[in-house]
Nanobody, 123 residues
Framework: QVQLVESGGGLVQAGGSLGLSCAPS????????MAWYRRAPGKQRELVAQ???????NYADSVKGRFTISRDNAKNTVYLQMNSLNTEDTAVYYC?????????????????WGQGTQVTVSS
């Protein structure tokens, strides 16, 4: 029943900025890790940025200094602010989260993925 709903993707010119949001819905007792991944055509999905439940941050080397991940615990929402975009940032971006919830299998931590949102950076 828990779903991750992403928003904010689109087309932007190189050097521009774009912001992504991910808002889980459903029965949520608590949220542990939240992260953004991306997959470019013909490439493996890679971690872009991660923020743990304790606030620890982790970024891919290629986006350090340009991207910022943050979370609003009151809204159970994670954000990715992307600045100084270049064409190599073009990819489908996926929200990921580890959420404590209750399912038919019992209460515990479950992993969820969003549907993905397209980010295209033009020259």
């Amino acid at each position: 029943q828990v779903q991750l709903v992403e928003s904010g993707g689109g087309l932007v010119q190189a050097g521009g900025s774009l912001g992504l949001s991910c808002a889980p819905s459903g029965i949520i007792f608590s949220i542990d890790t939240m992260a953004w991944y991306r997959r470019a055509p013909g490439k493996q999905r890679e971690l872009v940025a991660q923020i743990t439940g304790g606030g620890r941050l982790n970024y891919a080397d290629s986006v350090k200094g340009r991207f910022t991940i943050s979370r609003d615990n009151a809204k159970n929402t994670v954000y990715l602010q992307m600045n100084s975009l270049n064409t190599e940032d073009t990819a489908v971006y996926y929200c990921y989260s580890v959420i404590v919830t209750r399912t038919a299998a019992g209460e515990g931590k479950y992993q969820y993925w969003g549907q993905g949102t397209q980010v295209t950076v033009s020259s």
